[in-house]
């Protein structure tokens, strides 16, 4: 049985401990999900890392309007409850739009802002006046000292249950930069922050009607991260990236996540 969102809060906020909030970017299947919740739980549970699964049920920021969004809130929210009842692990998902944040958070523990609507106060305010955990994403287009003032409106608004995830800055066309300086900035707001190994990879519009990607360096970055101080990593994985419905390219493959994370623990037992 997945434990509380107050204690699923106290195991977050302890900087003792290493967190993985990881899962395929958008709900593609129940099978599907539950084999990689299924998968990273026993990893997790052996490394003594506190798991979260995390899947979209509408990614509503496609590059192109083609492009497969997921089953929707209802369906998605049911998948998303079965996870967690027959795995017994947190569950995250995001959000877009103000209605959408009282029904996830009746079924997920963290609710999600994401990158692209890290500034909207409707929906920040929304969010952090539900039950739930609220995962305020910064956006590629704000420094980490802004990030300061979406916690400020977080905070005015009620939120006390917060964290914050670093996810690369804009560096021209198609490409981010990751910058570690972003961590210890971030920290400074007093809550936890996650770093987001696979979008930090991503090349946005990359490859014209969709996003691409350099996998091959987000386990770099997630160990950099580590090393830099974070409190948990956001990675998307997949048993099989290259039929991923989204964000493929810059996916860990799911057989490689277990390795990955018994590197991040003996790093972040280093860096204590």
Not at 17 to 23: D, E, T
Not at 254 to 271: D, E, N, R, S
Request: glycine content about 8%; charged content about 20%.
């Amino acid at each position: 049985m997945a434990i509380t969102k107050r204690q699923l809060w106290r195991r977050l906020s302890n900087s003792n401990n290493l967190f993985l909030i990881a899962g395929p970017c958008v709900i593609e299947s129940e099978a599907l999900c539950l084999k990689v919740a299924r998968t990273l739980s026993k990893a997790c549970d052996q490394l003594g890392v506190t798991y979260v699964f995390k899947a979209s049920y509408d990614k509503a920021n496609r590059t192109s309007g083609k492009s497969r969004r997921g089953p929707g809130l209802k369906e998605g929210l049911r998948i998303l409850k079965t996870v967690r009842e027959k795995v017994g692990v947190p569950v995250l998902t995001d959000v877009h739009d103000i209605a959408q944040s009282t029904s996830a958070a009746e079924v997920v523990d963290i609710i999600q802002i994401p990158a692209f609507l890290c500034r909207q106060t409707d929906l920040i305010t929304a969010a952090v006046n539900t039950s739930a955990i609220v995962n305020l994403k910064k956006g590629q287009f704000l420094s980490p000292q802004e990030m300061s003032q979406v916690v400020l409106k977080a905070e005015t608004a009620g939120g006390k249950m917060m964290i914050l995830t670093e996810r690369g800055t804009t560096f021209g066309y198609n490409n981010l930069v990751s910058d570690m300086r972003a961590i210890p900035v971030m920290k400074q707001s007093g809550y936890p922050v996650v770093f987001d190994a696979t979008h930090s990879v991503q090349m946005p519009g990359g490859q014209g009607d969709k996003s691409g990607g350099q996998g091959e360096f987000a386990p770099i970055l997630a160990r950099a991260a580590v090393a830099a101080g974070v409190n948990g990593l956001f990675i998307e994985t997949h048993p099989n990236p290259d039929k991923a419905w989204s964000d493929g390219p810059n996916m860990i493959l799911l057989p490689k996540m277990k390795p990955l994370l018994q590197q991040l623990v003996k790093i972040h037992k280093a860096a204590k």
